[in-house]
């Protein structure tokens, strides 16, 4: 059974680096990348159509970043990569994702660039995502193809 590492998919300027860690990571263990898009989930039951059409346009726009992104996930680790679309919070999701797969055996992420602190999902990392135990791997965000290729 290989070993899947996941990764949240969002359009933060650390998620290349926690890509690319992982997928050289996964190459290197002849493991598989997993890629984890978490859209809000609806609220207002009053405006149920307009909420199901928002939700159907998030996941469609979901499915277009996973298959984008996807493709350098393969490239980058030499295996297509596992896509999961998740409602919700992200902390919930995690949660979600690796209790429902146990394949998934350790959790990516990168920490903010800048200034910004380390970032709200490693803030959550650090008090534990509560179910199973998985490790999770903090990679700086400012890593370079170079600095990941001598770590991973």
Not at 5 to 24: G, K, N, T
Not at 58 to 70: I, K, V
Not at 108 to 129: C, D, E
Not at 132 to 142: D, F, S, Y
Request: net charge neutral; no cysteine.
């Amino acid at each position: 059974m290989p070993r899947k590492f996941l990764v949240v998919a969002d359009e933060s300027p650390e998620f290349d680096a926690a890509l690319r860690y992982a997928a050289r990571r996964a190459r290197s263990t002849g493991g598989r990348v997993a890629l984890l898009r978490v859209i809000p989930r609806g609220s207002d039951a009053h405006w149920a159509g307009v909420r199901d059409e928002i939700q159907r346009e998030l996941r469609e726009e979901a499915e277009r970043l996973l298959n984008r992104l996807g493709q350098e996930a393969q490239q980058r680790s030499g295996a297509a990569p596992q896509f999961l679309i998740e409602e919700g919070e992200p902390v919930e999701a995690i949660r979600r994702a690796v209790e429902q797969d146990p394949e998934i055996k350790i959790l990516v992420l990168a920490s903010g660039v800048g200034g910004r602190g380390p970032g709200p999902l490693v803030t959550a990392a650090i008090k534990g995502f509560g179910g199973r135990k998985l490790p999770v791997t903090i990679v700086p965000g400012e890593l370079s193809e170079k600095d990941v290729d001598d770590l991973a």
